[in-house]
Nanobody
Framework: VQLQASGGGLVQAGGSLRLSCAAT????????MAWYRQAPGNQRELVAR???????NYADSVKGRFAISRDNAKNTVYLQMNSLKSEDTAVYYC???????????WGQGTQVTVSS
């Protein structure tokens, strides 16, 4: 199983980035996919989640600015991040969960740095 995250980088405050996470080795359309983030000294926190039925939910801190989506044909989940703030700076991790088999997988993380 591999979750390959990409799209991170350095951006100015107010800018945008789109993260991608390509999954291999899982039945993608049966997994809930999510993005988490972890800033230095902080715990890992949920940013956004999308179920196999395309139901989404977001952390309050990113509502209205971030959008999660998935393309089951490409086994890829995306995170569109707009109006970025310095507090969005973190390593972003892709996550896959399949409740029926109680399996969870993590990607390697991609760094997002927002300069103010």
């Amino acid at each position: 199983v591999q979750l390959q995250a990409s799209g991170g980088g350095l951006v100015q405050a107010g800018g945008s980035l789109r993260l991608s996470c390509a999954a291999t080795g899982i039945i993608f359309n049966r997994n809930t996919m999510a993005w988490y983030r972890q800033a230095p000294g902080n715990q890992r926190e949920l940013v956004a989640r999308i179920t196999s039925d395309f139901i989404t939910n977001y952390a309050d801190s990113v509502k209205g600015r971030f959008a999660i989506s998935r393309d089951n044909a490409k086994n890829t989940v995306y995170l569109q991040m707009n109006s970025l703030k310095s507090e969005d700076t973190a390593v972003y991790y892709c996550n896959a969960v399949r409740l029926s088999t109680r399996t969870t997988y993590w990607g390697q993380g991609t760094q997002v740095t927002v300069s103010s």
